[in-house]
Each structure stands twice: as structure tokens, then as C-alpha cells.
């Protein structure tokens, strides 16, 4: 039967930020809050918009090939890990993207290509982030 | 007390944001983790399902996951953590158990360097 919840929290019984959802094989559970990204970006341009994201409040210029993206709400710590890859049309090359982890409230993109003079001009960034919140 | 709840769809209580289960299980993240060194052999700072590492040569580690996926059909991503721009990070599903993870650097040798990794797919 065809079923819907509505619903606006879902918290765990026995622990509250711990859900158990069963993967797709039917068999194994994973953590749905620990699989969930905590953070996603879109960033473009010079001026290095945020032209789509989830918990990310801001960008701001970190020097050359740098970008410090800001979370609206913190992780718990600076273990987290983060991902995603950058497309430098003006090199006509995508770069991987380094990720430094340095706070719960932001963390700093680089641009691996290492040849650009800037990580916005033509070029997009795309990045998320898993891990605990605060 | 633990309870078991199997719905299609979740909905927020004004029956908005609507979003199908199978979205749910299917978009999480079955593993991540920062992978740091300190010595030959990376440590996990944290991790979802990742239960330990094999360090095969300077920069190049096995992820073996505590529960294993469906298929080696997994879609791997990462980043270095370092503000240095001439590291590139390699992930690659090897099996349905682990993964592999390389880095190199400018000169196209491996470096032990901490580096992140995310795997999005179906559990077995």
C-alpha cells in the first residue's frame, strides 16, 4: 500500500540525531542523518556568486585560486569532509578541488589546477560537504 | 522504545517539500571520511562506514567499508585537504568492499597527503 508521512522533524527513539534507513539491497542499514550532505554550493563567477545552495550563507575571496565558503549553520567540529570540482572554461580544463578544513563555521576551496589566476572569472565551483552539525 | 516506519514519501506537515524514500536511501552517502597521515598508514579523523585502511605505497591507500556495496558502480568523489594547488586526488571504486585513493602531485609523484572521500551508490 501506497503510504505518505508529513511531517516537518524526524528524530531517533533511542538516540535523537540517529536514524537507520535500509540500503538499497534491502539487507545492510546505513545512518540517514550521517549519510545526509550537511552543505552544498554552487559558485560563480568573479565575483564569486552563490547562485544555488544548502546551509551556505556567503563566499568571500581567499587570494589567488581560493574561495572561503561560510556555513549558516556550523558543523560540530573541523573533521568534516568535503568534495567537488571546479570547470575553468577559460583553460578549457575541469580541476579537481582541494578542500582545507580550518573551522566549523567555513573552509577554504582551492583550485588544483594551479594555473589560473582566479577561481572566479568564467569558471564555475561546485562543492558539499558531509559530516556532523553542530 | 525502537519502532520500524515504512512510508513511500515524507512530506513537512503542510504536505509540502515532498520527497520519495527511495530519494532518501538513494542520495545519502553510503561512506565518507577525511583521511589523514601521520605515519605510512592514514587514520580516519571521522568517517561513515569506513572501517579500516590498507596503505599499499606513498599516496596510495585501500578504504575498506564496514558494509559492503551492491556493485562497483559507485560514484567516488574527493578533495585534497591542503591549500596547495598542484595535488590532485584520484578515488576509484576497486571492489564491492573497498575503494582506492591516490594523490599526486605537480611532478606526478605520489604524496602521503590528507585528502577526503565521498562514495554515493547502492548498499548491498
Redesign the interface.
Known sequence: M???????T?TG??TAGSIS?????N??T???Q????KAFAHITGAGFTLTDGFNASSTTDGGT??VTLSYTNSMS?T???????TYNRAAGSSN??????TSATHY?L?????NVSDIGGSQQLST?T???LA | ???E???????????NNSIA?SF???G???A???LVYSSGTPTA??S??VASFTDTQTGDAYINYT??T?STNCSC?????????????LNKTDTTARARTIIRN?SNSLVDSDR???LHG???
Open positions: 501506497a503510504s505518505q508521512l508529513k511531517v516537518d524526524i527513539v533511542t534507513v535500509t540500503g538499497e539491497g539487507s545492510t546505513t545512518n540517514l550521517q549519510g545526509l550532505a585560486g581560493k567540529n573533521t568534516y569532509s568535503t568534495g567537488g570540482i579537481a578541488e582541494g578542500g582545507l578544513t577554504q582551492v583550485d588544483t589546477g594551479g558539499f558531509f559530516g556532523d | 522504545m525502537a519502532s516506519l515504512r512510508v513511500n514519501t515524507l512530506k513537512d506537515a503542510s504536505g524514500t532518501v536511501a538513494g545519502s552517502a553510503k565518507w571520511c577525511p579523523a571521522d561513515l562506514n558494509s559492503s551492491a568523489a574527493g578533495s585534497n585537504i591542503s591549500t596547495s594547488s598542484d595535488l590532485g586526488v605537480s577526503n572521500f565521498q547502492d548498499l548491498a
